[in-house]
């Protein structure tokens, strides 16, 4: 799915220093801590956006991105990384086992046919190499926030499970997380409808308040401290980690 042009430039603006995308990069290191990737792993973030994901990868080794929009891909350009394709991620123009690492972060509830997608980050991925990805979690969630982001689903963890086992990767570790901010998002998707009106407020990705996303940020950090130690079993938010196995 493609975003409205306006929204990939407040994404731009955003990815570095708002709390949302903090606390999933917090999360995501943690989730990697259980990767035995290779000293210099090839990596791919599969829709990529504007290429904050990719900044954050860069710390682990050679990342490269791809994107459904070749908008996206411009401001990628923009941060510096020019190995990026446009592509639809159930047709992956890659070679089979061509990854040490596939990230696929908050897209695949975005995809129509989420199994074919799922199965085409399998096939990209090396034996032994990772797949990590992040979705929206629990269809008792579902509101309009979702639909105005064009999300098509929230997933539980037993639907997750069914499209890795399907696409023959394993479970390496799985949870929920966003649990701290939770009432803050539910008062952050009330607000926008009531005082911007829908689409302006959240597109833009405006904190509750401005003094709101430092305080979200540093929840962030406190769960990401928590997620070394324990899953959570709560959160707005999913992320999993999975390997492909290596050849016998």
């Given at each position: 799915m493609r975003l409205r042009s306006e929204a990939y430039g407040s994404l731009f603006e955003k990815e570095e220093g708002h709390w949302w995308f903090r606390t999933r990069r917090a999360v995501l290191r943690e989730m990697l801590a259980r990767a035995e990737l290779p000293a210099s792993p090839r990596m791919l973030d599969v829709g990529c956006g504007t290429?904050?994901?990719?900044?954050?990868?860069?710390?682990?080794?050679?990342?490269?991105?791809?994107?459904?929009?070749?908008?996206?891909?411009?401001?990628?350009?923009?941060?510096?990384?020019?190995?990026?394709?446009?592509?639809?991620?159930?047709?992956?123009?890659?070679?089979?086992?061509?990854?040490?690492?596939?990230?696929?972060?908050?897209?695949?509830?975005?995809?129509?046919?989420?199994?074919?997608?799922?199965?085409?980050?399998?096939?990209?991925?090396?034996?032994?190499?990772?797949?990590?990805?992040?979705?929206?979690?629990?269809?008792?969630?579902?509101s309009s926030f979702d639909c105005?982001?064009?999300?098509?689903?929230?997933?539980?963890?037993?639907?997750v499970n069914e499209l890795a086992a399907a696409a023959g990767v394993r479970l390496v570790r799985m949870t929920r997380y966003a649990a701290l901010a939770h009432p803050f998002v539910l008062l952050y998707m009330k607000r926008g409808d009531l005082i911007r009106g829908r689409g302006r407020f959240r597109q833009q990705m405006e904190t509750i308040l401005p003094s709101s996303n430092a305080a979200l940020s540093f929840l962030g950090e406190v769960e990401a401290r928590v997620l070394r130690r324990w899953d959570l079993p709560w959160g707005s938010s999913l992320a999993a980690l999975f390997r492909k196995p290596p050849t016998s």
């Open positions: 290429g904050g994901n990719l900044d954050f990868l860069s710390a682990y080794g050679e990342a490269e991105g791809c994107d459904c929009a070749a908008e996206a891909l411009k401001y990628c350009a923009r941060r510096g990384f020019k190995r990026t394709r446009l592509a639809d991620a159930c047709d992956l123009p890659y070679e089979d086992g061509s990854f040490d690492l596939i990230t696929c972060l908050d897209v695949l509830e975005h995809v129509r046919l989420d199994a074919l997608a799922f199965s085409e980050l399998a096939r990209v991925a090396r034996p032994g190499g990772y797949l990590l990805v992040t979705l929206p979690a629990s269809a008792r969630l579902y105005l982001c064009g999300h098509l689903r929230r997933y539980s963890r037993s639907q």
